[in-house]
């Protein structure tokens, strides 16, 4: 497989961060603070009533089919083109991501591509580099990748970015009706709730585990790989930029974590390559493989991997930490 590396260029001026307007700055404020007081309402129901098996199965269920759909989907399939599915394949998964309410398909897509294209220097919308060498500027730089970029405005430009996505008649309608699966993410398993408990509080409660509280945990693992996987881990295949692989977000990330050996080798399926990486996406991605519904896979190639191990690797792959 080809190394792919960050070219080094000036980063064009559409990638340059600029003031967000009070709008964006309100909806980036409720989009982190709301989940997270979900949490804290759930945490204290959970402490004093328990959680109820429908309502724990609905936010398993919902994490499992939203998650798959941003790891599978938005970053293996659609940023990075590292197979090619079968039409209602494409479909589903574009529509499984957009539930997991990070933004539109092409929106998300635009970011991440311009995150592969100017990794942690200038045009990069969520890097950690900090701004000193201080412990103030280095959380700085963690919260900025983590959520503090949400609150600056990063010109999306879907035409440079993700035209692609936008010539594709499928993909362009789930962009464009992103509204109606946010909705339908919180509305779906409150709707459930509701037809099997019976009650009010029962839909109440489902949309609370199976809603708000899944999306919260999905956030945080998202921006995570942002933040965490830029900043604490190791890098076996160099440090050409901050990118590492952090293991105890292996598993909630569905293998995105292993973000050393995504940034070296892109476009591949599988970022856990080595003996215990689990990489659950690189599973499912397989399992579609074998029923037909997905071919031309770029698996990783050991030779490849190896050649470029060599070049960086001593006895031990290099640690990052503050």
């Known amino acids: 497989m080809t190394v792919v590396a960050s070219p080094q260029v000036t980063p064009p001026a559409d990638t340059v ?28 129901i959970f402490w004093s009533h328990g959680i109820g098996w429908l309502d724990l199965g609905l936010g398993v ?21 590292s197979f090619v599915p079968a039409r209602w394949l494409k479909v589903t998964l574009a529509i499984a991501g ?13 970011q991440h591509r311009r995150h592969h294209a100017f990794t942690d220097r200038p045009g990069d919308p969520h890097s950690p580099a900090p701004a000193g060498p201080g412990l103030a500027d280095q959380l700085g730089g963690l919260w ?27 993909l362009a309608f789930v962009s464009r009706t992103v509204v109606l ?17 019976g009650t009010i509080w029962g839909a109440l409660l489902a949309g609370l585990w199976g809603g708000v509280v899944r999306v919260a945990l999905l956030h945080h693992v998202t921006w995570s790989t942002n933040s965490l996987c ?14 590492t692989n952090f293991a105890p977000l292996a598993l909630l990330s569905f293998g995105d974590a292993w973000h050393n050996t995504h940034h070296a080798f892109p476009r591949s399926a599988r ?26 896979v770029h698996w990783p190639r050991p030779a490849a991997m190896n050649r470029r191990r060599a070049r960086f690797a001593s006895d031990q792959p290099r640690t990052k930490g503050l």
Request: hydrophobic share 50%.
């Open 17 to 44: 961060p600029h003031e967000a307007s009070k709008a964006q700055l309100v909806s980036a404020s409720l989009l982190v603070a709301l989940p997270l007081i979900a949490v804290v309402v759930a945490i204290v």
């Open 181 to 197: 699966w946010a909705v339908l993410s919180f509305l779906l398993p409150t709707l459930i709730g509701w037809v099997v408990i």
């Open 98 to 110: 957009t539930m997991g309410v990070e933004g539109s398909l092409t929106s998300w897509v635009s």
């Open 61 to 81: 269920g919902m994490y499992l089919v939203t998650g798959i759909g941003l790891s599978v989907g938005f970053h293996r399939l659609f940023t990075h083109r």
């Open 230 to 243: 830029h900043t604490f881990g190791k890098q076996p295949f160099g440090d050409k930029d901050r990118s």
């Open 144 to 170: 900025h990748a983590h959520a503090g970029w949400l609150f600056v405005h990063n010109e999306v430009n879907a035409e440079r970015w993700s035209s692609d996505l936008q010539a594709d008649p499928d």
């Open 271 to 296: 970022h856990g390559v080595d003996p215990g990486q689990v990489d659950i996406a690189a599973d499912m991605i397989r399992v579609f493989e074998r029923l037909g519904w997905a071919t031309d």
